[in-house]
């Protein structure tokens, strides 16, 4: 019976520090994803500018 609460920790804060590797994957990812489509956007607007004389 000893066994039962080290099963329950390991359980539980196996699923809290895999929940939180997930949201700090998850939002790699967005930020990666925003921060290339405002490069793309920024590049964008910078050709398409009106020409130099």
Known sequence: ????GW???????GIAIGFGVWQFWKMDRMLKKTRAE??????AERDSGPPAA
């Open 38 to 43: 405002k490069a793309a956007k920024e590049a």
């Open 1 to 4: 019976m000893g066994n039962f």
């Open 7 to 13: 099963i329950e920790i390991v359980l539980f804060y």
